[in-house]
């Protein structure tokens, strides 16, 4: 065994580990002060619920067989997965860097929802869209599976991780409808510093998302962590111009908001591209996705409440086509268009067709049938109270109840 890279490895799967508790406190600082508990929850228990499932069936349905969209049970409850061989790693340490990924991704579409959508149909949809949606991508892009002979390629989670959490949240939201002061009130964040609190890990989180797909201590490791901070520095600056330009003044949020979204765009070629390539991706990502939150869901009156789609769904669409179009094969041995490699474009254009069709389809079925067992959606009155009172009987902020209604 190569202790450098176990140790190495242990590192970043705690650094993604910290990701889902930063994102709780990016998206609870997001929301209106009478829903922040019931939205960091809505979160964090993924780390519960993520991480059970992962154990007993999730790696051996994501990581074992040759199926084309689903492996098998063989490694049910980590059973024939070794602790001290592997490729790279023993099984073991890629098998629990794999969870932390389960848990992130399924804590992403929550945001969508957030502020109207009952805890118990939200758990519900993730115990059942883990095995349905995720465990089926996970393979179909890293286990083997279509996308993967496809031709697609996806350094850490572009496909698996945001385009599809995107779109499933996005598909909850409007299958919920509009939060009911939708278009006739404006939602502000109620606590900034939160937000930058949530950011600042979620970036620091994203060195070992990125960097650790490399699965080990070694050169390519270290190009993903400079591409990665590179992307995530220049979609910061990228929306405070925006901003600038159209409002006169950066903000804080947008400032946050922009680092994210160049971690999200840098992530399905951060292995793959050039580190010049980055310094574009994480440039022009931010105008896509200002737009299309700006623009596009206002014009669509698409109530996607944190913009979990504006940002992860979005942003993954544009990371996986400039990686389609960047990929330098003396990076990671793949030709974008740039570099004559027309094939990849296209298999990249079609692996996110694929995605957003397949995770939005099955999204769409698993919440019509919650639908017909138990209610998805708080009444009004429930919502105009908080969600905090209503689902949990606790309060983050005792002496300011009632100021948010």
């Given at each position: ?63 074992s067989g040759q199926g084309l969209v ?12 070794s602790l001290t061989k592997g490729p ?213 009156a698409l109530d996607d409440a944190l ?99």
């Amino acid at each position: 065994m190569k202790t450098g890279n176990i140790a190495f490895m242990i590192s970043c799967s705690a650094l993604v580990f910290l990701m889902t508790p930063a994102l709780a406190f990016f998206y609870g600082g997001l929301e209106r002060r009478k829903n922040i508990l019931n939205t960091m929850l809505m979160v964090i228990c993924t780390m519960g619920l993520a991480s059970v499932i992962w154990v007993v069936a999730g790696y051996s349905l994501s990581f074992s067989g040759q199926g084309l969209v689903i492996g098998n049970l063989n490694k049910v409850l980590f059973n024939h997965v070794s602790l001290t061989k592997g490729p790279q790693i023993p099984e073991a340490l890629f098998a629990f860097f794999q969870m932390m990924f389960a848990l992130i991704t399924t804590a992403i579409l929550t945001g969508s929802v957030v502020g109207r959508m009952r805890f118990s149909a939200i758990f519900l949809f993730i115990a059942l869209w883990l095995p349905l949606v995720y465990f089926p991508m996970a393979h179909m892009v890293w286990g083997g599976g279509l996308l993967h002979r496809l031709g697609s390629i996806d350094f850490a989670g572009g496909n698996v991780v945001h385009i599809s959490s995107g779109i499933s949240g996005l598909v909850l939201a409007i299958v919920l409808g509009k939060r009911r002061e939708y278009q006739l009130t404006e939602y502000r964040p109620h606590n900034v510093p939160f937000v930058v609190l949530g950011a600042g890990l979620l970036w620091f989180g994203w060195f070992g998302f990125n960097a650790g797909s490399a699965l080990g201590a070694n050169a390519l490791a270290i190009h993903a962590l400079l591409t990665t901070n590179t992307a995530a520095a220049c979609g910061m600056l990228s929306w405070m111009l925006l901003e600038r330009v159209l409002h006169g003044k950066p903000t804080v949020v947008g400032a946050c908001t922009g680092a994210v979204v160049g971690l999200v765009a840098i992530t399905p070629g951060a292995g793959y591209v050039s580190l010049w390539s980055s310094l574009l991706i994480g440039t022009f990502v931010s105008p896509f996705c200002y737009f299309f939150i700006g623009v596009i869901k206002k014009k669509l009156a698409l109530d996607d409440a944190l913009d979990a789609f504006g940002c992860h769904g979005i942003g993954g669409i544009f990371g996986g086509v400039a990686t389609g179009l960047f990929a330098d094969p003396a990076v990671g041995g793949k030709a974008g268009l740039l570099y004559g490699g027309t094939h990849l474009f296209v298999a990249q254009l079609l692996s996110i067709l694929f995605t957003l069709l397949f995770a939005g389809l099955i999204s769409f079925i698993i919440i019509q049938i919650i639908k017909r067992f138990i209610p998805i959606r708080v009444s009004e009155n429930e919502e105009a109270v908080g969600l905090d009172q209503v689902e949990h009987a606790e309060s983050a902020y005792p002496t300011f109840m009632g100021l948010d209604s």
